[in-house]
């Protein structure tokens, strides 16, 4: 276990963490939360050993392995698979002293290497490494591509890829998710849900919180504490924990002014003068509480629109794509209106920024219609915006370029909603965090009063606070909204309806994002069974009928283990499907919901959530072993 006694962390001069004491059991996943700078990093940094604590104790077992993501990849020739398999230490230990066995012509050491090997499940290892590459987004074709080939933020996902291979017993994961897409994140949680390990994840995304997470460590006012729960359960205790503080703290205040007041007014009457001297010494003892509050800094809100034309935008007929030929989508027809709020789904590539930015005019159409209302204001996030700012200006140069008849007084005071306070407001955007700069982006959105936003995820880098912060300003936003987020809360909250972009078309996505999660789970099934097809379909005609029953008969014989265990599960899961039909057929009866039931209902209802559980972790294994199965047969 991880155990934390009256443990103090300092950066420089700035006291992080004071005695702070926790413990966080083996297998158990935490969730480490807190505002900007209050010392989540440091923690890592100490639990990996690069931070000694400045008073007080860290410990864990000697023996665990620790498993992170690192922050740099080089431009490497070595391929993406080999990449993420290097994370898997112990397999290429063992990998290199069977070379250097054979080298030596050591037949009795490599006997004992080869089952060490097949021990640890190593010669599983690049169907292991190929199907993280897979969840996390990477296409087959892309798997042998060198590292040096991929952009900063896929190789951010190697990099994650190559931390989730390693068998660690402690996975410290720092906002996994900011990298990546939906779909990324869908696949991400239901893989660390299923990890057996010790996890400690810093993340801003409140849903990928409650799903992966049973615990949260707090740090507030230099303290760490831990929470039972997940992140919706710690915010319920926190309101209640400030509740009570605050009744603690107006007696207090009540208890101080009265003892104050006497001091004050009998200190110079000798008879009172011992009583005076007593209740100063009670007031030096009251304990240092301080008032409840809530620790957010953010209370923006995007202004009404002057005026909201209709429509105020739409694309009819339309080809979208890059270079006046390259075609990413046909035949796209889609009218916003004020009040519109879309959300895009679809898997990475499929088009979704492509939309937006031809939405945005920042691509011209192929073919097609564009119509754009008069004086429409688009207010338009991508983390293209991020890099357009003036890296030698500061906030407030920003804002009185966009708005020069605002001055500084009332621009330093528009910026103080976004974050921006004291000298922070003239602080250069060279020496910015990327929540910063979104920041940023958002307060010159927001200064523009647009009529329509297009947001292509807005929460990369943002805290939690600002994500509420974010969240309240759009359900109050009177225009018209189409986001790209992989924040499904940010989603659910502020998005009445969905567009799918998938197979170079948008269409209506008449569901929800449990729907979208079992259509991935669908589309993945069906482009296996593609792929099975095209692989039968397209065999070399080279071979003879004999070579080829001989072949398939090995590849069969190779993949029976995995096709006998994913008969197996496609059996359990087609029994939990049908009792889970009957559970919901029972609670679909409204005599159920009576109060002399309620044991029963309670009853049903854990079945229900369990039924569905098993079913989502049974059906993404599934999936895995399909896709191991598919490696076999088409190696």
Known sequence: MITATDLSLDRGAKNLITASSFTIHPNHKVGLVGSNGCGKSSLFAALLGELSPDAGDLSMPSSWSIATVKQETPALEQSALDYVMDGDKEFRQLEHQLTQARANDDGNQEAILINKIDTINGYSLPARAGELLHGL??????????????SGGWRMRLNLAQALISRADLLLLDEPTNHLDLDAVIWLQRWLKRFTGTLVLISHDRDFLDTVIGQILHIEHQRAKLYSGNY??????????????????????????????????????????????????????????????????????FEQPENLPY???????????????????????????????????GRNGAGKSTLIKSLAGEITLINGERYCAQELKIGYFSQ?????????????????????????????SFLGKFGFSGDQALEAVNN???????????????????????????????????????VMALQDFGGAIILIAHDRFLLESCVDEFYLVANGNVSDFSGD??????????????????????????????????????????????SAPLRKEADKLEKKIHQWQTELAQVETLLGDSDIYQAERKNELTKQLKLQASLKDKIEENEMHWLELAEQIEDIMTS
């Open 513 to 558: 994002i449990d729907d979208y999660q079992q259509w991935l789970n669908d589309d993945k099934k069906q482009t296996l069974s593609n792929n099975k097809n095209e692989q039968f379909n397209g065999v070399d005609k080279g071979l003879d009928k004999k070579q080829l029953r001989q072949q398939q008969a090995e590849l069969r014989k190779q």
């Open 232 to 301: 919706t359960a710690f915010e319920r205790q926190r309101a209640e924990h400030l509740a009570q503080q605050d009744v603690q703290y107006q007696k207090q205040q009540k208890e101080a002014a009265h003892l104050t007041a006497f001091v004050d007014r009998f200190r110079a009457k000798a008879s009172k003068a011992k009583q005076a001297q007593s209740r100063l010494k009670r007031l030096e003892k009251l304990p240092n509480l301080a008032p409840a509050h809530v620790d957010s800094q953010f209370t923006f809100s």
């Open 384 to 412: 293209h915006q991020l890099e357009q700012l003036h890296n030698s200006s500061s906030p407030v140069e920003h804002i009185l370029r966009a708005k020069p008849a605002m001055g500084e007084p009332q621009a330093r």
């Open 311 to 345: 429509p105020l935008l739409s694309l009819t007929e339309s080809q979208c794509g890059y270079n006046n030929e390259t075609i990413i989508l046909n035949d796209v027809g889609l009218t916003l209106v004020p009040g519109s709020r879309i959300g895009l789904l």
């Open 137 to 150: 987004g990477f296409l087959q074709n892309q798997l042998q591509n060198s590292v040096k080939e991929f």
């Open 432 to 470: 910015m965090s990327g929540g910063e700069k979104a920041r940023l982006v958002l307060a010159l959105i927001v200064l523009e009063k647009p009529q329509l936003l297009l947001l292509d995820e807005p929460t990369n880098h943002l805290d939690l606070e600002m994500r509420q912060a974010l």
